[in-house]
């Protein structure tokens, strides 16, 4: 059954706005329009005439689909990397997190350059599909790749390996999801509508998620001999499920005429775009909340397999793996009713407001953590991760919506449409969250004191010390996340006298 968030939209599908208004004044540069901004409320009346613009139910599930992808190819990786190559291999936690951080170079460069080229690029075909549907196939076919380790090499050459094998995939997924996050933004310019494509994506986002998290439980099985070939079969399994959700927004989506004219007459030479995009205040302070969040989150889900190891479930590595998956599971519930009450919630207190909401979500989750994570009641912890999930949904619920609005005031302030260079930050700086977030698992647990030879069986003061830093990371993500919220002041009001003066400009120009 549809759950009624995703229910609630309505079916007309309109590519450009059926009327024209004479718009309201707006100041010409993003940092004036943001300086008036702070004596203004939060949310307003939809009076512009794009705030009517809908997308059809059909075109939200298939861009969800493709969520589902993108979270595989961010979060798959992270769920397996440390336990095949630490404690089915027996290499060094602190290498193993190194060579992850180095494929983040690699990605630095990359990501604004894929950007770059989609923003760029004509053809009858669109900016983004093209690349979108060549990049889920390669990157569910370098996922296969990835998980084919022999056994018998020393650490420098698993090293090595796991340093190679990533950038394959890591380039790979890199053609998929930045054109993917772009033709997300451009599907609509209404401000609420917006929020409503993006809460299919959240909702796919934890189909994603939810697979990701089963990934290390399917290599336990008891068909496979060790976790290493339950990797082997799982990782090939793993890339066609990508393939197949990665290449649905190809053949439902067709991107917007409007966006893909303006774009052809502006572009914009790739540093000067990527300068440009960086400059922007509005999405720096997005682009801290996603660092904080995502990191945050990305260490938890990975060190949580290690703390149910060490003191919930000691020495038994399968009890663990599937507690973990089936957490997704049963938060699902949860997360659905987070999504509803955040996109409904938004249109009376902001997009603003929902991520205040998240932040101190995250600081209950702390708490809750704490407490819940127990050996007496194991499954109690359940708990503790449906709330943590439903405030880190909301948030990129936010996030992903709030970026389409920023777009708007690139524009009128520089001319050009840039979702591509966009995507292209927001998408690294997650790939660098995940990667920084796992090699910091790594970190953590030679801090602690893990000890891989000895298997999974770790001291008492292991465990506390683990449980310490998962909660002491949410207390930490809470604070410094609502205080950089105060910050914030691109409103609801603001966009729509964006587009306004953006609709004057085209009419003028004819």
């Known amino acids: 059954m549809t759950p009624s968030f995703l229910a609630s939209s309505c079916w007309r599908n309109s590519d450009t706005p059926t009327t024209s208004t004479k718009p309201a004044p707006c100041p010409s540069s993003t940092n004036g329009i943001q300086a008036e901004d702070t004596r203004m409320t939060d949310v307003a009346p939809s009076k512009n005439p794009q705030s009517q613009e809908r997308v059809t139910l059909l075109q939200k599930f298939a861009y969800g689909f493709g969520a589902s992808a993108d979270m595989i190819g961010f979060h798959g990786p992270a769920q397996l990397i440390m336990p095949v190559y630490t404690l089915a291999l027996g290499v060094n936690p602190a290498l193993v997190g190194i060579a992850i951080g180095i494929t983040r170079i690699w990605d630095a460069f990359l990501d604004p350059v894929m950007g770059s080229i989609s923003d760029r690029t004509q053809s009858r075909h669109g900016r983004r599909r093209p690349y979108i549907f060549s990049g889920a196939i390669l990157a569910g076919l370098t996922f296969a790749l990835m998980w084919q380790i022999p056994t018998g090499w020393s650490d420098t050459a698993y090293f090595t390996l796991l340093i190679g094998t990533l950038i394959l995939f890591y380039t790979a997924f890199t053609i998929f999801t930045v054109p993917y996050h772009a033709i997300g933004y451009e599907m609509t310019s209404s401000y609420h509508e917006r929020t409503s494509v993006m809460s299919y994506r959240m909702f796919f986002n934890m189909v994603g998620n939810i697979s990701a998290g089963w990934l290390l439980a399917?290599?336990?099985?008891?068909?496979?001999?060790?976790?290493?070939?339950?990797?082997r079969y799982i990782?090939?399994?793993?890339?066609?499920v990508f393939i197949l959700f990665g290449i649905a927004p190809v053949f439902f989506i067709k991107e917007r005429s409007a966006v893909q004219s303006s774009a052809a007459k502006r572009q914009m030479p790739i540093f000067r775009s990527l300068l440009a995009t960086l400059k922007?205040?509005?999405f720096r302070i997005l682009i801290i909340l996603t660092v904080l969040m995502l990191s945050g989150w990305t260490f938890a889900m990975s060190i949580i397999v290690f703390i149910n190891v060490s003191y919930v479930f000691p020495g038994d590595l399968k009890a663990?793996?599937?507690?973990?998956?089936?957490?997704?599971?049963?938060q699902t519930a949860v997360v659905v009713l987070a999504l509803m009450?955040?996109?409904?919630?938004?249109?009376s207190v902001g997009k603003k407001g929902i991520l205040k909401i998240s932040f101190s979500i995250q600081f209950i989750h702390a708490l809750a953590a704490w407490f819940l994570i127990t050996p007496d009641h194991p499954y109690l912890q359940v708990i503790a991760y449906a709330i943590g999930a439903a405030g880190n949904m909301t948030f990129f619920l936010m996030l992903h919506s709030m970026t389409s609005d920023i777009c708007d005031a690139d524009e009128l302030e520089n001319g050009t449409r840039r979702e591509g260079m966009y995507g292209a930050v927001i998408t690294w700086m997650q790939k660098l969250c995940v990667s920084v977030a796992v090699a910091m698992v790594?970190?953590?647990?030679?801090?602690?004191?893990f000890d891989q030879t000895e298997g999974a069986i770790q001291s008492a003061q292991t465990a506390l010390s683990l449980r310490l830093i998962y909660s002491g990371i949410f207390v930490v993500i809470s604070i410094v996340g609502l205080s950089l919220l105060r910050h914030y002041t691109l409103t609801e009001k603001t966009v729509l006298r964006i587009q306004a003066e953006l609709a004057e400009r085209k009419a003028g120009n004819g």
């Not at 009450?341 to 249109?347: C, G, N, Q, V």
């Not at 790594?442 to 004191?449: F, N, R």
């Open 218 to 231: 399917g290599t336990q099985l008891d068909w496979f001999d060790s976790t290493l070939e339950g990797a």
């Open 235 to 240: 990782g090939p399994l793993t890339g066609l």
């Open 280 to 282: 922007d205040p509005s």
């Open 320 to 330: 663990s793996s599937i507690l973990v998956g089936g957490m997704g599971m049963i």
């Open 341 to 347: 009450l955040a996109t409904r919630l938004s249109k």
């Open 442 to 449: 790594g970190g953590a647990l030679v801090l602690v004191g």
